[in-house]
């Protein structure tokens, strides 16, 4: 059974950085996807990142493109979304996950959450 966890959120202001980390353990055979997600107070979650563990092709939402770099560190089993020139409206609780397809940015039938790091970006 896959297990998640998060690391790396925090408060910043316009402008800043930051860099998550999500350590994976219990890899299965049908996690071909992992990808980040992130859902703001009162609104959905919405996909911001996916990385194809075969052969690692990314795709991102148009709201982070150019700022959102999602990466994998295979000998550590930990998966890392670089965030820069960060915005207020990148506030919100990031989480990471597997799973076995992905539409665009979004991990699709997913197995496994994390419990989540809040990023809450100041103006």
């Known amino acids: 059974q896959v297990q998640l966890v998060e690391s790396g959120g925090g408060s910043v202001q316009a402008g800043g950085s930051l860099r998550l980390s999500c350590a994976a353990s219990g890899y299965t055979s049908s996690t071909y996807y992992m990808g980040w997600f992130r859902q703001a107070p009162g609104k959905e979650r919405e996909g911001v990142a996916s990385i194809d563990t075969g052969d690692s092709t990314t795709v991102y939402a148009d709201s982070v493109k150019g700022r959102f770099t999602i990466s994998r560190d295979n000998a550590k089993s930990t998966l890392y979304l670089q965030m820069i020139s960060l915005k207020p409206e990148d506030t919100a609780m990031y989480y990471c996950?597997?799973?076995?397809?992905?539409?665009?940015?979004?991990?699709?039938?997913?197995?496994?959450w994390g419990q989540g790091t809040q990023v809450t970006v100041s103006s």
């Open positions: 996950a597997t799973g076995r397809g992905r539409t665009g940015p979004r991990v699709m039938w997913v197995d496994a």
